[in-house]
């Protein structure tokens, strides 16, 4: 699942015997550990892009800002931009460079005021561009200056000329490629359909069974091999599938039930009402039994009934990004494997057991459902800083998250809901409790080596709701997407044809609903 994939599990419970915290899995630190990645990955393409330009004499830069470019005293270039490198690549990679049109907004500052734009300008007609909208204004570092705004149009191969030819003409001080995304490359591919969730299973290994000294089943050949077999049924499943029945263990149902047993005691007094009212529903259709894990089958067939999200089979953590998109489908991506036995309250990774326990039972309640869809579509398109904040919105809430209820305060996060330790400290004296406010969640330092010091506090998931669709509106974000139930498909709202089409589809529901009422009124006005 996680977060991403999720949750790291059941925190941090007890060192088994002796009660110590283990360190726990945060989503938060796999999003920033999925944007280091990132950052360096660019930065080594960047790096190998102008040692092949014979721009060996930079040092590589350590964070992924656009690059500067130095000049020597002749004047000629001693270095890419990104925006030079993308375009390389462009025109390396197809044939048409020098056909293909491209659109670019450039920004210069004139050093010798009004004079020098016509030179510009010149520049510009020579390479065949076409000027679209030109502004200037003056210089905020020196009056005696002019910046100036140009949006050009013309070839690839001609933008790259012209873009060496203004660092000589013009203090070229910023490029930005506008348009075609599969050569600019500044929004993140995201997927319009759950069929390219097939596309979005990458893992988060730093805490995988052979990798990690201190994970419990480190030790035991049995256990990975039985971990790697469960992860291959996952990667092998495609949209459509039916998923996979994983035949359990007579151990990985002890172990389910030794945590069961615990949830089951401890729901009645610490749960929130909408996931005591699910578990009920659970046990009574037989889902939710104390010898028997349930399988994704029958569970993801419960949730459709009830709020419309279904599950996908995943073989492990998966990253903040591919993790948050599935929700935006009302598609849950949920592990399989169990905890090892010598370990079964606390896990290192997303199980099953916290997924079935801390996760289904809420994803069956409409406005829990629904908030957690919202995250998922606020995250399609996100840059790598605001998916951090989204994972840090989501670890808060949906896995920590407390709540109102008749004067007291519940539970509803299903870290605490599979995690006794946590959930008993969570709902004491010992930590803080805030008012949620996604502004401020979003940059609430996680706690990973012991219990939360701070916990977040919702009046309701209607206004838990609320207030997350106000700040996400403050993203940077330059579109809105929506989910449309019918299509099964993600539509970005980018067009006035696609306001009003769904313009005249709420118009519609909104008659639907306007019968309604009136209908409801005519008996008691006969």
Known sequence: MPPIQSIPEIDLIIDNKNGYPSRRRSLVDDARFETMVVTQTKQTVLDEARLRANDSSLEPEVDDKPQKTEQTEEGEDTGLTEEEVILQ?????????????????????????????????????????????????????????????????????????????????????????????????KSPWFPRHASELDNCNHLMTKYEPDLDMNHPGFADKEYRARRKLIAEVAFAYKYGDPIPIIQYTETEHKTWTAVFNTVRDLMPKHACAEY??????????????????????????????????????????????????????????????????????????????????????????????????????????????????????????VEFGLCKENGAVKAYGAGLLSAYGELLHALSEKPEHRPFEPASTAIQPYQDQEYQPVYYVAESFEDAKDKFRRWVSTMSRPFEVRFNPHTGRVEVLDTVDKLESLVHQLNTELLHLANAVNKMKAPALE
Not at 300 to 308: A, I, N, P, R, Y
Not at 313 to 326: M, Q, V
């Open 89 to 185: 690549n462009a025109i390396a990679e197809g044939v048409d460079g020098d056909k293909v049109m491209q659109k670019a907004a450039l920004v210069l500052r004139l050093r010798d005021g009004m004079s020098s734009l016509s030179r510009v300008l010149k520049s510009i007609e020579k390479y065949a561009g076409v000027v679209n909208h030109l502004e200037t204004r003056p210089s905020k570092s020196d009056a005696s200056q002019l910046d100036v705004l140009i949006h050009a149009e013309l070839t690839r191969s001609n933008l790259l000329l012209l873009i060496k030819s203004l660092r000589q003409t013009a203090s070229l001080t910023n490029v930005s490629l506008v348009g075609d995304d599969s050569v600019t490359n």
């Open 276 to 397: 005591r009212r699910v578990f009920r529903m659970l046990e009574e259709e037989g889902i939710f039994v104390a010898d028997r894990i349930p399988q994704l089958e029958e569970m993801s067939k419960f949730l459709q009934s009830h709020t419309g999200f279904t599950l996908r089979p995943a073989a492990g953590l998966l990253t903040s990004r591919d993790f948050l998109a599935s929700l935006a489908f009302r598609i849950f991506q949920s592990t399989q494997y169990v905890r090892h036995i010598n370990s079964p309250y606390h896990t290192p990774e997303p199980d099953s057991i916290h997924e079935l326990l801390g996760h289904m039972p809420l994803l069956a309640d409409p406005s829990f459902a629904q908030f957690s869809q919202e995250i998922g579509l606020a995250s399609l398109g996100a840059s790598d800083s605001e998916i951090e904040k989204l994972s840090t919105v989501y670890w808060f809430t």
